[in-house]
């Protein structure tokens, strides 16, 4: 499985390769849905790798960073551990 990402403000694109039988587990643990893989997705900081985050440690990054008072969601400087790929 190839995953690509392009950055529209500049000519950058990334690449990440998932391979065979990883690539099946991780589509079920997403249960197929593109957008939330998508939702997923994030450029490193140190080196601009694009990384997979797990979804279930995102799902707890958002929920950590819900204020209930405002409505808000804040979103952290850096991805959370929990990546499913290096």
Same mark, same amino acid.
């Given at each position: !499985?190839? =995953?690509?990402?392009?950055? #529209?403000e500049c000519?950058e694109?990334?690449?990440?390769? =998932? ?6 587990e991780i589509l079920q643990?997403f249960?197929? $849905?593109?957008?939330? /893989?998508?939702s997923?997705?994030? #450029?490193?900081d140190?080196?601009?790798?694009? #990384? /997979?985050?797990n979804?279930?440690?995102q799902? =707890? ?5 819900y $204020?209930?008072s405002?409505g ?5 400087a850096?991805?959370?551990h929990? !990546?499913?790929?290096?």
């Amino acid at each position: !499985m190839f =995953i690509t990402a392009f950055n #529209v403000e500049c000519n950058e694109s990334l690449l990440l390769e =998932i391979k065979q039988p990883q690539a099946k587990e991780i589509l079920q643990k997403f249960e197929f $849905d593109f957008e939330q /893989l998508a939702s997923c997705l994030r #450029v490193e900081d140190n080196g601009g790798k694009l #990384v /997979l985050l797990n979804p279930f440690f995102q799902t =707890i990054q958002l929920k950590s960073h819900y $204020d209930e008072s405002t409505g808000n969601l804040s979103r952290p400087a850096t991805p959370p551990h929990g !990546m499913l790929t290096n």
